[in-house]
């Protein structure tokens, strides 16, 4: 069986930031493995390790700054990955039908029977990209998933989604499937010396719109980000001033006022 | 055109965010001029329909299939039913089922989808208030075309109310066999602590850093006569049992005193939380939205305030 996981580089921004026009400033941002998709690689690579999975390929939608994420996700056990980007990708808000088109294209060249990719991405928090991919590829899906056991005979997955209120849907996908990885699956690795020295000579095959026979049409987004703005705190908090001694002294009056005590 | 909201429902009850939903319907409709048509998929779709008969909604169409959710019932059900009523815009519950169809349905209708909207403008087109970047920011976000599919934020729109005058129809619609079947659910959390019982909670969140610093905050729950709650971050890290999550897919806790060491309070976790009595905030950044909730706050280092507030205890 061949996984493909889809992996994304996010950006986080510092506690101290600038807005420049509709985004953060470039100096604010830090980039990292999308948290969501470090735990579809770790699931990945357990099925692999479990010798379910013959292969694991990552994919992933980004400029060439992503490589240095994508690396951590090949150190961490993947095979190889593959970087899809294109200057018409360049400064627009892509929306989910764009991004399902590039991976699409991808799918149709890897023809994997199963795709992990995380429930949502810590920067942008749209949670759709898997659920829609799967729809346009022909593949059952699960949202959610926080247990995952894949019966590959019966090609079948039984999984857990997670709902809201601490209830677990118990269901079983049949294969080839699109499942989305909710954190708390698993616990992810950290990349050993030995698993970053073999990823240096790992492919990372770059793609670009012409490579995959897609055109700048396919990724024309729908949406436009129009202005970005801190939310006005509603805060009406009282700070409590003072070194830590002090605040802890007049917290403890609080706490006692409150009725708390041992 | 028209508005199409699905509702949500779970083990034999309307979820709350299916009013909510409704009531962002509702707005849509006015700001484009059209009916509101409401769906309900499977359970007791005739005891559901007349309870989601509320002011403003036009009509209701009950389609019958089965019990629990299953996410190509919903999406074939809400695909026709947007032919059928010319919906231009399909509103939905952005909650893990609504997540499990909504961009399915959207693909299927090769309309674009926004989700997770906290506020909605309509003026030629549609433009959706949403956060990004962890909820430091927000962003508007304009949609091209007149036909889009919408998930909704909890919490955000007050519910619909009241009675109202719709029509109430029993809907055919054609349902493929699924590739994806319950079988069952499973109540986690249990075990030997119920937090939602605790009067007073003290709850610990990534701040923390290291396993072996929770010591710490178990000190402060024991000196204060409290229980330890924690974020998500502390339970998928395997330190604290599932039974300790706060937040959407933890317990929902109101304690009289809820004090948060650590936590930033994202939106999940604040779902939980929020109907606490008191709430005190100990955190490092200042811009932390566990602020806006917050009645006290500490801005500071946990590691400096948390032995001081432990001797003051002691």
Known sequence: MKVLVTVKEVAEADDDFAIEGTDIAESDLEYDLNEWDDYAVEAAVQLAEAGIADEVVTVTVGPERAEETIRMALAKGADRAVRVWDDALDGGFADVASKVALFEAVVDEEEPDLVLGGVQAADTGFGATGVALAERIGFEHAAVVNHLDVDADAGVAHVHRELEGGVEELTDVDLPAVLTVQTGLNEPRYASLRGIRQAQRKEIAAKDLSDLGLTADDVESALTITEMYEPESESDAEIIEGDAGESAGRLAEVLREKGVSA | ?314
Do not use: C
């Open chain 2, 1 to 314: 055109m028209s508005v199409l909201v699905a509702a949500e429902h779970r083990r034999g009850a309307l979820r709350d965010v299916t009013y909510e939903a409704i009531t962002a319907g509702r707005e849509l409709a006015d700001a484009r001029g059209g009916d509101l048509h409401v769906a309900v998929i499977g359970g007791d779709v005739d005891g559901f329909a007349e309870e989601l008969n509320r002011e403003g909604v036009d009509a209701v169409h009950a389609v019958e299939d089965g019990e629990e959710f299953d996410h190509n019932a919903y999406q074939a059900a809400v695909s026709t039913l947007a032919d059928r009523v010319d919906a231009g815009a399909v509103v939905l519950p952005n909650s893990v089922n609504g997540l499990d169809y909504a961009p399915a349905l959207a693909e299927d209708l090769g309309a674009p989808i926004v989700t997770d909207a906290v506020g909605i403008a309509y003026d030629d087109g549609l433009t959706v208030t949403r956060e990004m970047y962890g909820s430091k920011v927000e962003t508007t976000v304009d949609v091209a075309g007149d036909r889009f599919v919408l998930t909704v934020r909890g919490g955000e729109w007050p519910p619909a109310e009241g009675v109202g005058d719709a029509t109430v129809e029993a809907a055919e619609v054609d349902i493929p066999e699924s590739g994806a079947r319950v079988t069952g659910f499973e109540e986690v959390g249990g075990g030997d602590v119920d937090i939602a019982d605790a009067d007073v909670l003290v709850s610990v969140g990534r701040g923390i850093e290291e396993e072996e610093n929770l010591e710490l905050v178990e000190e402060l729950a024991d000196a204060l006569g409290a229980t330890l709650s924690a974020s998500r971050p502390i339970v998928d890290n395997g330190w604290l049992p599932k039974n300790r999550q706060v937040g959407q897919s933890g317990k929902v806790v109101t304690p009289d005193v809820y004090i948060a060491v650590g936590i930033s309070g994202a939106v999940q976790h604040v779902a939980g939380m929020k109907g606490s009595d008191t709430i005190i905030a100990i955190n490092t950044d200042p811009n932390a939205p566990i602020f806006d909730i917050a009645d006290y706050g500490i801005v500071g280092d946990l590691f400096d305030v948390v032995p001081e507030l432990i001797d003051e205890f002691a």
